[in-house]
Structures are given as structure tokens and as C-alpha cells.
């Protein structure tokens, strides 16, 4: 299994990532292809920051503030030339860092440095980048944050930005302060690190590395080599792919219930923290028709919800089978860019992940049946669109060299 491992130690921002992973083995030309649609002839040069060789990326754009419309119109634009996969997850990204930007400032809010030329540059190369190298894994290690206060469009913020802070947040990535002053991981390198991670820190046994790359940043301070680190490497042994969990079972037999009371006291449960509830036809004793009504607990509920099930349903016992080990599949909601009709949309999709890949994919069904209200069409047209684009955008590889 390959895996890629980033290890900002010294931090993260767009450029740094993109010349990091170039430098591990990316493909240059399709992504420096890439990047020319958006700024007109970046250029990749190797530097030395404080001895240590890196690659530099240089996108020649000059400053503008942008709404997260007019980005999206940018990478509308140059679709031609972005492979579907990085587009998809450059879309993504700049819709973190927007999330993040309306929870600091508000709705309605400019993208600042985050919207120049040069971040969205960094942003397609680097998504670009990760798709040519094809790996089945990608781990973020600690993200050094450094500390102070730095300038923005805003004025002087705290380190870390409070864009930064939030995406950090969201995505649950493990951060690190340190003695360097100065801002060390920005918006723009917050969103990228946080869309790629599909690994814990922890995650993985022994691994061989196979190529490294380094990145570099503007600055080159001597007391320490202002670079970001990625390792591709090989694991020996497949992780475990799926998570223990434990859980109780609570069950009991009804068979004088309605179904609008059964359906009604599945909703309660699952509204109360049970894992799922479910209604089983059977028969019961002197050939009576009923349902074996079954909820699973985090045993922590088990009491509470037991004793709901008894005043929903009418019952007078519940039997709880304790400590029910389960085994659960990694799982995350992707935001899928979809069109249907000629209309486009963002919408989300629960994904579920073994060894790195998806293996199964579902359209969430409340938007998609809000989408098919408003376009007047069938809801099932709708939800095939969603989970066709989303198999298209999360489990494509790449194409060879010469495809």
C-alpha cells in the first residue's frame, strides 16, 4: 500500500506542498499543464533553505482579492486542463477555506490572500500533484503552527489565522506550536493538508520509504530550513481495515403495535443516540404476526434507551445483550461537484473506506430530494447523477504516462 506522508514540521502553506510533492515524484508536466491555466508560466527551481535542497515554486501572479464565486469561475475556466479527480478536490478545498472564512467574518466575505491568482495556482498544482503520484493513503503528521501575530488583509491576527484555526478544527488535524515566530501554516496550506488526509497520524505499521520530497517556502531563515517534508512510502503490512467498536443489543417482541407507532419509536431511538433501529417481521407464539424490534446502544445509553423502548412501544421487558463487538468501516461525507440537466451543484455523499479506497458510496438522500423538488424531476435521476459523479471524483486513478 502506498502511502504518502507530510510532515510540516515547519509548517504549510500552498507552494510549499505543490514543490514537495513535485519533488517526490509528481507528474511536472501535467501539473505545471495545470497550473498555466490559471497564471500564465510558474516556474519550478531548486533552492537551499538552510541546506536543505527544495523545490521552489514561483506562479508569477500578481495580488487580487476574489469572492468564492469568482474562484470557482477561475477553476470553471481552466477545467480543460485539470484532471477531473483535482479539479473535484480543488473545489473542495476552497470550499473549506470559505466554510472557514464565514464562521470568522460572516457570510458574504472576499476571499483575500486566499483568492490571488498565486493561491489558486497552489492550490490545482498540489491537488494535481497528489493525483499523479496514485497512492492509496495519505497521513498528516503534527502541523507546526509557529507563534505571534502576523499582517493580513485584516490587520494584525493571531498565529494561527483564525481561517487556519477553524479548518484545523473541522478536518481534526493534530497541530503544534513552536519558538519560530512568524506564521508557519496558511489558510491555504490548512485546507490542502486537510483535504488529503484519508489516515491518522497514528494509523499504519512499519513502512520502506520510497522517494522524498521537500518544498520550500518564501522565507529562509538560518536557525532552521523553511521547507515541508513529504515521504512516499510502501507498508510492510496492510493496516486494519476497519475499527473495533463495542456496542449493546437491546431487543424486544411487540405484536400489538401499529406500524406509525413503530416507525415514530425507531425515530425517537436513533434522535435519542441509538446507532441504528430496525423493525423485524415475525411470528410469534399461536402463529401471532409481530416485530422483533432491535436497537443498538453505546452501552453507556443502554439503560436510558431500554427504557424508552418500554414506554414507546408498550413492552414489559427489554433484553440487552451486552458488549457486542462490531467492526465499522472508516466513513466521511465528501462534497461531490454534480451536474444534472445542465444545472451544477455541490453535494454531499457518505463514503465508506477500507486500505485507503472507497468501497461503497451513497448520495444523501434529504438534498438530493430537495434538488429533484426544485428541477421537477424523479428523485432516483437525481441520486444516480450524485453517486455517479462521486465514484468519478473519488476512486478514479490517474492515467499512465502517454494515456
Known amino acids: 500500500m502506498r502511502v504518502l506522508v507530510f510532515d510540516p514540521f515547519h509548517g504549510a502553506a500552498g507552494d510549499m506542498i ?3 510533492l513535485l519533488d517526490c515524484g509528481a507528474d511536472r508536466e501535467t501539473v505545471l499543464r495545470a497550473m498555466r491555466a490559471v497564471v500564465a508560466d510558474p516556474s519550478v527551481a531548486p533552492v537551499l533553505r538552510a541546506g536543505i535542497r527544495a523545490l521552489k515554486i514561483d506562479t508569477k501572479a500578481t495580488p487580487v482579492h476574489r469572492t468564492f464565486e469568482e474562484v470557482m469561475a477561475r477553476l470553471d475556466g481552466a477545467a480543460r486542463e485539470i484532471p477531473g479527480p483535482a479539479l473535484a478536490m480543488a473545489r473542495r478545498v476552497f470550499d473549506r477555506i470559505r466554510a472557514a472564512e464565514e464562521e470568522v467574518h460572516g457570510a458574504h466575505v472576499h476571499f483575500h490572500e486566499v483568492g490571488a491568482d498565486d493561491a489558486i495556482a497552489d492550490v490545482v498544482g498540489a491537488c494535481t500533484a497528489l493525483y499523479t503520484l496514485a497512492v492509496e493513503g495519505v497521513q498528516i503528521l503534527p502541523v507546526n503552527l509557529g507563534h505571534g501575530t502576523a ?6 491576527f493571531p498565529i494561527p489565522a483564525p481561517a487556519t484555526a477553524v479548518i484545523l478544527k473541522d478536518a481534526s488535524l493534530i497541530a503544534a506550536g513552536s519558538s519560530h515566530a512568524g506564521e508557519l501554516c496558511t489558510p491555504t496550506g490548512a485546507a490542502l493538508l486537510a ?3 484519508r489516515m491518522k497520524a ?5 513502512f520502506t520509504i520510497r522517494a522524498i520530497g521537500y518544498g520550500a517556502g518564501t522565507r529562509d531563515p538560518r536557525h532552521a530550513p523553511n521547507v515541508l517534508r513529504v515521504l512516499l512510502t510502501e507498508t510492510s503490512e496492510a493496516p486494519v481495515p476497519m475499527t473495533d467498536d463495542t456496542v449493546d443489543l437491546l431487543e424486544t417482541n411487540v405484536d400489538d403495535v401499529s406500524g406509525e407507532v413503530i416507525a415514530h419509536a425507531l425515530s425517537r431511538f436513533m434522535d435519542s443516540g441509538a446507532r441504528d433501529a430496525s423493525a423485524i417481521p415475525v411470528i410469534m407464539k399461536k402463529g401471532r404476526p409481530g416485530h422483533l424490534i432491535r436497537v443498538i446502544s453505546p452501552p453507556a445509553l443502554s439503560m436510558d434507551l431500554a427504557a424508552l423502548m418500554a414506554s414507546e412501544l408498550g413492552t414489559l421487558g427489554v433484553r440487552c445483550l451486552p458488549a457486542v463487538h462490531r467492526f465499522v468501516a472508516e466513513r466521511t461525507i465528501e462534497q461531490i461537484d454534480v451536474e444534472v440537466r445542465g444545472q451544477r451543484r ?7 473506506w477500507m486500505q485507503g479506497s ?3 458510496l451513497k448520495a444523501e438522500f434529504d438534498p438530493a430530494r430537495e434538488w429533484a423538488v426544485e428541477m421537477g424531476i424523479p428523485v432516483n435521476e437525481v ?5 455517479e459523479a462521486g465514484w468519478r471524483t473519488v476512486n478514479t486513478p490517474p492515467a499512465g504516462p502517454g494515456a
Do not use: Q
Request: proline share 6%.
Open 358 to 360: 472507497c468501497y461503497v
Open 346 to 352: 455541490t453535494m454531499p455523499v457518505k463514503c465508506g
Open 195 to 197: 483535504e488529503f488526509a
Open 383 to 387: 441520486l444516480r447523477c450524485i453517486e
Open 202 to 206: 497514528d494509523d499504519g505499521g512499519p
Open 18 to 20: 505543490t514543490g514537495a
Open 151 to 156: 499582517e493580513g488583509s485584516h490587520g494584525a
